[in-house]
Each structure stands twice: as C-alpha cells, then as structure tokens.
C-alpha cells in the first residue's frame, strides 16, 4: 500500500459539468489542498533532507555583554533563544505556537519587547519578556497592527507604530509599558503615508520620526514630545527623494541618515541641526549603504553597503566620518548588526550561499576604526547536507527590450546535458534577489537536475533609483517583458533547455508569474504561483486598509478611470485564456497584504477555462508559510509538480 505521508482524502467535489475537484487536507486539517495529487513517498523521502537545515541569525547582546539572544525554528516556528558562550548551548526563551517578529531589548535590562502575529493575520501585537522568569505579557491592545518598537533612552517608554486609532492610518504612539493604559499618540497620519519612530534623544525629550510616503519619497522629522510640534528635517515635496533616518549623533546636534538626493544610490550622510548643510560621507561608494548602527555612546558606528547584491561591512568614526572596510568576512550578506553596551564589540548575521544565516560577534579595538578578532557564535544544523558543495551563483546582465542590463544569478547544478530551468522571481516589487543560502535552489537543481535563475527585473531596489521607478504606473508590464529577454537570453546558452522552462514567484513575484504566462505561454511549461496578485483592482480594494494608499503610489490608483482602465487591463485574471500552462496556485487564507481572493478567482478562471491549475491553501497562514510543517509540504508538492510538467 502507498503511504500518503500527513494526507488524508477528503471530498471530491463537483464544481460543474465538466469540473470535479479532488480536495485534501493535511496538517489536522490547516493544509488544503485542491487537484494536487498524492504525494509519492519517494518525493518526501528526498526532499526531507534538505529540510532538516536550520538557521540562527543574531538578534541581541545582553545587558552585560556576555551572552546574546539568537531566534532559530523551535517546535516548527522561530523562538527566541539565548547563548552564554561562542559554541554553546542555546537556551529557549519563548515557546509561542506562533513565530516572534522583532525584538527589542529594553535599555539597562534583560527584558525583551517582541512582537508576534496570530495565524499570518498581519497584525502584529507587542509584548514585554522577562528572560529571567520567561513571563511575558502583551502590551499592545490586541486588535491593531502594531510594529516598529523604539525604547526611550533610559528605558521609561517606548514609541511605536500603531493603527490603533481607526485601524487603517499608520500613527506613532507612545506608551509606558508599565501601565499600556498610558499610550497617546504622537503623531497622526492624515494622508494615507506611514509614519514611524526612529530615534529618541538622550534627555527622551525629543523623537526622530519618518514619514513613508512611497518607494522614492519618505522624510524625517524632529518631534518635540512635550507639544507634539514636529520640523521636517529631511525631504522636499517639490523635488522628491528617499530620506531614512538612522539616529542622532553623540551630542544631539545633528543627525545620520540615509539619502538618494544626491545620487542615484541611498548615501550615508550627517546633518547638522539649525542651518548647517548635509554632509555626504559615502560620495565614493555608488551602491545603497543598506543597515547602520552606532553604538550608545555614539564613538562607534558600522554601516553595511549592498555591493551589486553581495553585502561588504565597514566601521565608522562617527566623528571624523572615516571609514574603513571590515577585513575577514566571507562573501556574502551581513545584517542584524548590534553594538554591545560597552561598545567593545559588534553582534552581527552573516549568510553565504553555502552557509545558512549563523551569529558572529566583531571585537573592536580601542580606537573607533580598529577591527578585533571575528568569533562565530552559533552553527546551524544543515542534516545530512554538505553545504560546502552548494552551486554558486553566476551574475549574468540580460538585455532587455530597451537595451537595458537586467541583473539576474544563475545556479545550475555540476552534471552534463542541456537542464531545464526554474525562473525564480522575487517579491516588492521594490526587493532585491540576493545571492543567499538557498537550500530550496540546491534542492531543484540535485532532484531535478535543472539550473535556477533568480533575475532583478527593473523596479528592484538595490540598482539606483532611476532602476527603481522603471516600473511605476502604466510601465507596469515592461518589467514583464524583462522575463521575455530572459526566456531569449536562455535560448543562446548552449548547456540550458529553452523548451523546458517554468516560473516561480511570490507576491508581486506571483503577480509576474501569471502575467509573464499570459504572454509567453507558449515559451513555458509550468508556473508556480504564491500569494500573488491575480487582478490590481481587486488587489487595492481589498487589500488591508492600513496599506492600500501605499500599494496605490507604487501600482496606481484605481479610484481614477484612466489607470483603473490600465490596470483592468494588464491584470491576469482578465487574460485567463491566454494562459496555457499547468499552473499551481498558493495562498495563506489570512493574508492582509494580497488577500485569499486574488488566489481564489484566479483559481476558478483557470478552472472556468478548462486549464490545469493545482490549489493549495494554509487556513493558519498568511502572506507566505511560517510554519515548518506547512512549509514542508508545499516544499515537496512543488518539485512533484515541477518532476510532472517540466
């Protein structure tokens, strides 16, 4: 007898005449799963192995500097952890049936503010942790989306992001967490922009505040907590630029922040308070500078720039705006950096293609350049795997129907014969691939013997702001005919199968999946559709409340009939029969971002139109899988869909 695995039938269901539905459900039921056949033992046998790979990226120091607090997958979901020695054991924290977000320790203590959704729901709630006890409680009002915590200096009270006043505008709050009853607003958005807390001065008097209006327009302000009264310190509604604030300087005279005024690219610079002028630090450096952190004496500083999607560390002066480049790090990507409160060292993550994301800890010598030694924390469990053999990835640039380099990586695995390919393609739109550990790619290529390619079509961020607004409003499907030159490039490679190509996406990425089998069916054998947007119309009338003004300044406005026509249009759910392609639709039933029904109608065009599509739906996800044995299955259904129509 086959095993079946976790599944169990269900219903057939009739849809129609000529339709009959075979549901199954697994995973007590949260796994639905529509046409999408049983899944062979020999697929899960194989494909297990490359999920027994776990990860444990850095999240803090303690107060004393001594140990560090990591998040890694405990119980199918990430919980936080703590770790008292390089190479130690990890400590669970928290033991939440739902994974933890961000986290935040609270200054001249051990307690840890985290948030944490419920179900994939998007909203996220705020809560307090005492590490020493493992007692939390939430703070929040457990309705609103909560997020972007920032603690007071001397730890008192904390500013947050919050749609707590009417559910859907993006305000700055404050609260005492000793008594949530106390939270007031600081700010109120009254025009559909976000606004979020960035930095508290050290007499907690005064808050750094940005305002979010679009991917290519946000400023910074100076808000004066006492009488609510804020300066706009960064931006400019006439000439509109990307304005991030990073912090006030040691003295609270000025401030460092991040700029695209200048350049094409996101700059570090410094701004004095009063009338003095920005002063740009990285003017030699034509990439986005992607993460800063200062330490809390403000004599230290490090900043990461995003090097064509490889990640390269510097150290800051943060007074004589020197800076020097971090020697000794693989390549790879850097993030999560954190200053110890001494400031004699620096907690960060480090990921390559061949090591999944591991917490490292940079001693730093006397003086504010001077780099220590590097010591790795954590080593994450890869099963069976010898990561060390992983296919690295080839950086390629497509023309385009325009004569514009398209960036993509290439991963194809060490065997002989032409490979069918597996065009992956990101969400945002304004993200970035980057060449990270892949265990999904590496699965594809050993099981399938095909070659990945993971291209940055325009409207990624990462290449300048001029690459990043390609995209926008009616120019929305020129980064569909970026695909079409890939599907050409692929023709003139000798070692890839132009015959044998499918497509995987998610969010916007799934969006691009439907569209680009809209147009180029007849060039594609499969596609692979998560979370995507099926129809923009739809798509921004449903989509949550507290985001749709922003979705509105990157794919336009429905509400006006000239773009309403444009996006009616444009949107695959209305071009159902040009697709001819099987199609394998995923979703998370409580997705705020792109709701169930953009997967739902496509599903039923498709069926409508006598096209092969496969469903399958997590009832306690949202916008992507967080839970393992979610994650696992649909892992496995993939490369059988992939082993059947590629």
Not at 136 to 161: C, H, I, P, Q, T
Not at 171 to 189: C, G, Q, R, Y
Not at 383 to 391: R, V, W
Request: without cysteine.
């Amino acid at each position: 007898m086959k095993k079946l695995g976790a599944i169990a039938l269900l219903i057939s269901v009739s849809l129609s005449a000529n339709a009959v539905v075979t549901k199954r459900t697994a995973n007590n039921g949260n796994l639905v799963m529509e046409d999408v056949p049983v899944i062979p033992q020999q697929i899960i046998d194989d494909v297990r192995r490359y999920q027994k790979v776990s990860s444990a990226p850095f999240r803090e120091f303690s107060q004393s500097g001594e140990s560090i607090f990591i998040s890694t997958h405990s119980g199918g979901v990430r919980q936080l952890h703590r770790v008292d020695t390089a190479g130690g054991a990890r400590k669970q924290l928290t033991f939440f049936k739902e994974p933890i977000g961000s986290i935040n320790r609270q200054p001249d203590s051990d307690n840890i503010s985290f948030s944490m959704d419920d179900g994939g729901d998007g909203y996220t709630q705020l809560f307090l942790l005492n590490t020493a006890t493992g007692e939390s409680k939430m703070l929040s009002d457990g309705e609103s989306r909560n997020s972007s915590l920032v603690w007071s200096k001397d730890g008192a009270k904390f500013a947050y992001r919050s749609t707590r006043r009417n559910g859907k505008s993006n305000d700055i709050w404050m609260m005492n967490p000793t008594a949530p009853e106390s939270a007031e607003i600081v700010l109120k958005s009254t025009d559909g922009s976000l606004w979020r807390p960035l930095d508290w001065s050290d007499d907690n008097k005064k808050l750094l505040a940005q305002r979010y209006i679009s991917s290519y327009d946000s400023r910074i302000y100076l808000v004066d907590l006492a009488t609510k009264q804020k300066v706009m310190l960064a931006g400019n509604p006439e000439k509109t630029s990307v304005n991030y604030g990073l912090g006030f300087d040691a003295d609270n005279q000025g401030m460092f922040f991040l700029t695209n005024e200048f350049s094409d690219f996101n700059q570090l610079a410094y701004q004095p308070f009063g009338d003095g002028e920005v002063k740009v630090i990285t003017s030699n450096i034509n990439w986005n500078v992607n993460e800063f952190e200062m330490s809390q004496d403000g004599k230290r500083a490090a900043f990461v720039v995003n090097q064509d999607g490889v990640e390269v560390m510097y150290l800051l002066d943060p007074e004589s705006h020197q800076f020097v480049k971090v020697k000794g790090l693989p390549i790879g990507l850097v993030s999560g950096l954190e200053f110890s409160d001494d400031g004699s060292k620096i907690g960060l993550t480090l990921n390559t293609a061949q090591t999944p994301s591991d917490s490292f800890v940079l001693g730093l010598g006397e003086k504010p350049l001077q780099q220590g030694r590097l010591t790795r924390w954590t080593f994450s469990k890869v099963g069976p795997l010898d990561t060390s053999k992983f296919s690295l990835p080839e950086l390629v640039r497509v023309k385009s129907f325009d004569d514009r380099e398209i960036p993509a990586f290439v991963y194809k695995p060490d065997t002989k014969g032409k490979k069918p390919v597996i065009i992956s393609i990101h969400g945002g739109p304004a993200s970035q691939f980057r060449p990270s550990f892949r265990k999904t790619f590496q699965l594809w290529m050993d099981q399938l013997d095909a070659a990945v390619i993971a291209p940055n079509v325009r409207g990624s961020t990462g290449y300048g702001k001029e690459y990043l607004n390609l995209d926008n409003g009616f120019r929305r499907e020129d980064s569909v005919k970026d695909i079409g030159a890939l599907l050409d490039w692929i023709k003139t490679q000798p070692d890839l199968d132009e015959n044998r190509v499918a497509l995987i996406g998610g969010s916007y990425g799934g969006y691009m999946v439907l569209a680009s089998a809209v147009h180029y069916s007849d060039r594609l054998k499969a596609a692979v559709d998560r979370v995507g947007i099926s129809n923009f119309v739809t798509f921004l009338e449903n989509t949550k409340s507290y985001r749709r003004d922003l979705r509105r300044m990157e794919y336009g406005d429905e509400r006006d009939p000239q773009m309403r026509a444009h996006l009616e249009k444009i949107s695959p759910n209305n071009n159902v029969d040009k697709i001819n392609i099987p199609m394998f639709v995923v979703q998370g039933q409580n997705d705020p971002r792109v709701p169930v029904t953009e997967a739902e109608q496509i599903v039923k065009s498709l069926r409508d139109h006598g096209k092969e599509v496969w469903y399958m739906n997590a009832l306690n996800e949202g916008h992507g899988y967080s839970k393992k044995e979610n994650r696992d299955i649909y892992t496995q259904a993939v490369v059988m869909f992939f082993e059947e129509f590629l």
